[in-house]
């Protein structure tokens, strides 16, 4: 069975670009987050989606993130423009449902570098 | 709001060795608790996991046994190998309220096992 997948792997920008990077979960898993991993620390909450309803975006910045789950499949996470404080690494998870006990499979991540 | 504390590190072993790595946690209610593991070059894996309070999770010769009382979910090993060098993640995933299904994650601790 198919990963989490993800792209692109690697990404290096100029600063005040836009950026966008694509996430394809596990087949059959219905929630589907976005998290931010700064250097040294671990994996942050941005969103969460129910199929395509973002049930959980407080953490994400939105004056210049933004993401979609357009047919409750894959998703995309864009920023726009992008800051120097942006790079990290994106980590795209997904569950079969949002339940505490169900594990989260994550995908290997994008890493931003925003020049 | 919910928070998981790891052990300082990083942790240097040789082969063969015990391995400890703390982690606890603050959460109300039941959360379930996660380790994750991050081999170099790799995304993110799920070691082990424990749903309930004095369960015990284990694999690949990790274990971890969920204790409610002392709020904590501490990983050992009874003898490393050089290929468990990698970073490892404690997490909880919150049972009710915003936190809900939610993964919040320690900051991780570097393992290094030399022969």
């Known amino acids: 069975e198919a990963g989490v997948v993800q792209s692109p792997r690697y990404k290096i920008i100029e600063k005040k670009q836009p950026v966008a990077f694509w996430c394809n979960p596990i087949?059959?898993?219905?929630?589907l987050y976005w998290y931010l991993q700064n250097l040294g620390q671990g994996p942050e909450l941005l969103i969460r989606?129910?199929?395509?309803?973002?049930?959980?975006d407080s953490q994400l910045p939105k004056d210049r993130f933004s993401a979609e789950r357009l047919k409750g499949v894959d998703s995309t996470l864009k920023i726009q423009p992008a800051e120097l404080g942006d790079s990290a690494v994106y980590l795209c998870?997904?569950?079969?449902?949002?339940?505490?006990?169900?594990?989260?499979?994550f995908g290997p991540g994008t890493r931003l570098l925003v020049l | 709001g919910d928070s998981v504390t790891q052990m300082e590190g990083p942790v240097t072993l040789s082969e063969e060795a015990f391995l400890t790595i703390n982690c606890t946690y603050t959460?109300?209610?039941?959360?379930?608790l996660f380790w994750y593991v991050q081999y170099p070059g790799e995304g993110l894996q799920l070691l082990l996991k424990?749903?309930?309070?004095?369960d015990k999770g284990s694999n690949k010769g990790f274990e971890a046994t969920y204790r409610k009382e002392t709020t904590s979910f501490h990983l050992e090993k009874g003898s490393v190998q050089v290929s468990d060098s990698a970073v490892y993640f404690c997490?909880?995933?919150?049972?009710?309220?915003?936190?809900?299904?939610?993964?919040?994650f320690g900051q991780g601790t570097i393992l290094t096992v030399h022969p």
């Open positions: 989606y129910e199929n395509e309803e973002a049930v959980d």
């Open positions: 424990a749903t309930k309070a004095d």
């Open positions: 087949s059959g898993h219905n929630t």
């Open positions: 998870a997904s569950s079969q449902g949002p339940i505490p006990q169900e594990t989260q499979y």
């Open positions: 959460a109300t209610g039941y959360p379930s």
């Open positions: 997490a909880l995933s919150g049972s009710g309220g915003t936190s809900y299904g939610k993964l919040t």
